[in-house]
């Protein structure tokens, strides 16, 4: 059970007569100041209905942080009402934010977010329960927590599994193709208003702050395109050109990852649609429609780049394979 789903339970009723929460052993941090425990709903109970999981494993809540104390202490702190156990707390401490009791000071929180579309897998079709809803194509929206550091900017907690799928958490899931048109309509209602919110504003508890650093980097090649408005360029971290991406001596000097969103939508407001779509691709810096994105788009995927030097070397043995014996000779 997510922290979402219980919380949405709890506000939703007038009255919740007890909640379970298991919790993990604490792990020490740092010998001073910091420690952890991860935690997860496994039940709430109403007046005259239920809410419970069981036997998932996937739903470990991120950590709660402590001061340093005794794991007991820290069940004492978190639990303070009626019907505990060692192992369990009630629903008084749920209603009260769990990170009232543990941040102290400001932190800055590092978290990453993405979306990628899911068209035409198998596993993902269902019977349809109404003409309007389609199951062959889903947009998902998520994010991750990366890093928190202190005030000082030291490290206070990293993410030791930064690309496991078990480490996201899921916010939208919208039943549509991956396109332009309704990943906008997605990143304008629902994301881009939240994302700035975020990082303007942090999340304000009593008499402390949390600051947001949020990175965009959890998407492929294709949904790079959509977000940032650069359909139409060669790469897509700076605005180097076809002819300066095959120059030996820029290649050796590096290129500068140059290509920023701001950039991006001051040009494409600078001029009249008319005007934008007569310039050339390397005047409009590869972009082919307005970018929708609100922050950078930073898309360099190590995965993607080995996959794809695998299929080169793979083409070129089966070229040279294919060569042997006949008239017809492949680079």
Same mark, same amino acid.
């Given at each position: 059970?997510?922290?979402?789903?219980?919380?949405?339970?709890?506000?939703?009723?007038?009255?919740?007569?007890?909640?379970?929460?298991?919790?993990?052993?604490?792990?020490?941090?740092?010998?001073?100041?910091?420690?952890?425990?991860?935690?997860?709903?496994?039940?709430?109970?109403?007046?005259?209905? !239920?809410?419970?999981?069981?036997?998932?494993?996937?739903?470990?809540?991120?950590?709660?942080?402590?001061?340093?104390?005794t794991?007991?202490?820290?069940?004492? =702190?978190?639990?303070? *009402?009626?019907?505990?156990?060692?192992?369990?707390?009630?629903?008084?401490?749920i209603?009260?934010?769990?990170?009232?009791?543990?941040?102290? *000071?400001?932190? @800055?929180?590092?978290?990453?977010?993405?979306?990628?579309?899911?068209?035409?897998?198998?596993?993902?079709?269902? !019977?349809?329960?109404?003409?309007? !809803?389609?199951?062959?194509?889903?947009i998902?929206?998520?994010?991750?927590?990366?890093?928190?550091?202190?005030?000082?900017? @030291?490290?206070?907690?990293?993410?030791?599994?930064?690309?496991?799928?078990?480490?996201?958490?899921?916010?939208? =899931?919208?039943?549509? @193709?991956?396109?332009?048109?309704?990943?906008r309509?997605?990143?304008?209602?629902?994301?881009?208003?939240?994302?700035?919110?975020?990082?303007?504003?942090?999340?304000?508890?009593?008499?402390? =702050?949390?600051?947001?650093?949020?990175?965009?980097?959890?998407?492929?090649?294709k949904?790079? $395109?959509?977000?940032?408005?650069?359909?139409?360029?060669?790469?897509q971290?700076?605005?180097?050109?076809?002819?300066?991406?095959?120059?030996? $001596?820029?290649?050796?000097?590096?290129?500068p990852?140059?290509?920023?969103?701001?950039?991006a @939508?001051?040009?494409?407001?600078?001029?009249?649609?008319?005007?934008?779509l007569?310039?050339?691709?390397?005047?409009?810096?590869?972009?082919?429609?307005?970018?929708?994105?609100?922050?950078?788009?930073?898309?360099?995927?190590?995965?993607?780049?080995?996959?794809? !030097?695998?299929?080169?070397?793979?083409?070129l043995?089966?070229?040279l394979?294919? *060569?042997?014996?006949?008239?017809?000779?492949?680079?």
């Amino acid at each position: 059970m997510t922290t979402k789903e219980a919380f949405d339970f709890l506000s939703s009723r007038k009255s919740v007569r007890d909640a379970t929460i298991v919790f993990m052993d604490s792990e020490q941090l740092d010998d001073k100041y910091y420690s952890c425990i991860r935690y997860k709903f496994v039940e709430l109970k109403g007046d005259r209905e !239920i809410f419970r999981k069981r036997n998932d494993l996937n739903t470990w809540n991120d950590m709660i942080f402590f001061d340093n104390s005794t794991l007991a202490e820290k069940r004492r =702190l978190s639990s303070e *009402g009626d019907n505990c156990t060692p192992n369990h707390v009630d629903a008084k401490a749920i209603r009260k934010p769990l990170l009232e009791l543990t941040i102290k *000071g400001q932190r @800055k929180f590092s978290a990453t977010d993405g979306l990628d579309g899911s068209g035409s897998h198998q596993v993902y079709n269902q !019977i349809q329960e109404s003409p309007d !809803i389609g199951s062959k194509n889903f947009i998902l929206f998520a994010f991750k927590l990366l890093a928190i550091h202190d005030s000082a900017n @030291k490290f206070i907690w990293e993410n030791e599994r930064p690309n496991s799928q078990f480490q996201i958490r899921p916010v939208t =899931l919208l039943a549509a @193709k991956e396109n332009s048109e309704n990943v906008r309509h997605l990143m304008d209602t629902y994301i881009n208003s939240y994302v700035v919110d975020l990082e303007e504003n942090g999340i304000p508890l009593s008499q402390r =702050l949390v600051r947001i650093k949020l990175l965009r980097t959890m998407f492929d090649g294709k949904m790079a $395109e959509i977000l940032s408005g650069a359909g139409g360029a060669h790469c897509q971290l700076c605005t180097a050109t076809f002819k300066q991406l095959h120059d030996v $001596e820029l290649i050796r000097d590096g290129f500068p990852i140059n290509r920023s969103i701001t950039s991006a @939508k001051e040009l494409f407001q600078s001029v009249n649609e008319v005007e934008f779509l007569s310039l050339s691709s390397n005047d409009r810096l590869g972009l082919t429609h307005q970018p929708i994105s609100d922050i950078d788009v930073i898309c360099s995927s190590p995965l993607h780049s080995y996959l794809c !030097i695998f299929r080169w070397f793979m083409t070129l043995v089966y070229h040279l394979q294919s *060569g042997e014996g006949s008239d017809h000779h492949h680079p």
